[in-house]
């Protein structure tokens, strides 16, 4: 990826609304496609937690960061699919 700056912001923004506290230690990954103009779609679960209240809990994270920066201009395409990895933590 041209622009890890960006990914580092990503990231932040995200982890402001995330809670990584658990009962358990546990992993969920969340694929979802940041539009041109910074606006986040398509949220889903790629890898479950096997816990619907931690997977719920990470999904949401992103839908309430709603939109980020726009895409740098450096990046060539339309929109960026990420695989976001969230770890839970007792």
């Known amino acids: 990826f041209c622009c890890p700056d960006y990914l580092d912001v990503m990231g ?34 790629e890898k479950s937690s096997g816990s619907s209240p931690l997977d719920i809990r990470a999904q949401r994270s992103i839908v309430t960061t709603r939109q980020l920066p726009a895409l740098p201009a450096a990046f060539p395409n339309p929109t960026l699919t990420v695989h976001l990895t969230f770890q839970y933590n007792p």
């Open 12 to 45: 932040q923004r995200i982890r402001q609304n995330w809670d990584s506290h658990a009962e358990t230690a546990s992993e969920v990954v969340v694929v979802f496609t940041i539009q041109r103009d910074g606006t986040l779609s398509s949220v889903k679960v």
